[in-house]
């Protein structure tokens, strides 16, 4: 699976952090699918009990996502591989904090209309896909779009979480994107969240049979609505943001191999 790496640079690194950190700028990097989805970035996403490392890169760089993605960045070119006494080698870990660390950090996110964006909770993100950091589109993405919701109507949720309300309140869904002569229109999550009644973020089949829907119909029929490339075909334009991404430093390739269904019996 070929992703892109999206870089969200944390503009105030916690300063008992640094003592770790050095001075390389600090990245939570989230894998996708969908980058020319990212002018429509409102926040990013963590799983509150993951596990997650502060790695070292080859450029100096510190990329915040789970050992393991860290670990496929370095058979990458991208990360550094260091030899343990036993022989064995592993990625240079800097720090390792939780997801409910990282809440709340503020965060820059490329082409995102927003100066800042935060990083909020999602209880259904995977750390065996991607990096564990998922970024939010939730004009696009039924999930993001659930998940935002749930944060801005659920202040029992925010305080269990430790969620205040200016993270996620002022952030309205961005509009990236036309699906012409649909009844999706230019917020296809919304429209099918509502539709499917779709009550939370936890609702995870309605949410999978949601994005099944959505994905293919805001890939091939989508037409950009904003950047530089309005009014051009979303499938058109997409390999083109992407390597204008990578050309600027704001992104990266990454591969993942395609993940393997284990068999359990008894
Ligand atoms: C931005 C985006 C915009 C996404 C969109 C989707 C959509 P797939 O097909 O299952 O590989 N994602 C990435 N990593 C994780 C994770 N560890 N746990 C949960 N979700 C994750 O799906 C890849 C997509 O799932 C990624 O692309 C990411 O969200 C999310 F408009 O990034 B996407 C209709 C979907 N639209």
Request: hydrophobic fraction near 40%; glycine fraction near 8%.
């Amino acid at each position: 699976q070929q992703y892109t790496l999206i870089k969200l640079r944390v503009k105030e690194v916690p300063s008992e952090w640094r003592a770790s950190l050095g001075d390389g700028e600090v990245f939570l990097v989230a894998a996708t699918l969908r980058p020319e989805t990212m002018y429509g970035q409102t926040n990013c996403f963590v799983l509150p009990e993951g596990d997650y490392g502060f790695f070292r890169m080859k450029s100096g760089e510190i990329f915040v996502c789970t050992r393991r993605s860290a670990l496929n960045m370095c058979y990458q070119d991208l990360g550094e591989l260091q030899e343990l006494p036993s022989g064995a080698k592993e990625p240079v870990c800097l720090l390792e904090k939780t997801g409910q660390d990282l809440v709340g950090l503020p965060l820059q996110a490329p082409l995102a209309a927003y100066d800042t964006v935060y990083a909020l909770p999602m209880l259904t993100i995977s750390m065996q896909k991607g990096t564990g950091i998922v970024t939010s589109v939730p004009a696009e993405s039924p999930d993001d779009y659930a998940c935002l919701l749930d944060w801005k109507k659920r202040a029992n949720w925010r305080e269990q979480y430790s969620v205040k309300e200016e993270w996620c309140q002022p952030f309205d869904v961005v509009e990236i994107l036309e699906i012409p002569d649909s009844q999706f229109g230019s917020t296809s999550a919304q429209a099918i969240c509502e539709q499917m009644k779709i009550e939370s973020h936890k609702d995870k089949e309605k949410l999978a049979a949601a994005k099944k829907e959505v994905y293919l119909k805001g890939f091939y029929a989508g037409v950009m609505k904003v950047g530089p490339y309005a009014g051009q075909k979303v499938e058109d334009v997409k390999p083109i943001i992407r390597q204008e991404l990578i050309d600027q430093g704001l992104a990266a390739a990454y591969w993942e191999p395609e993940s393997r269904v284990v068999a359990r019996s008894g």
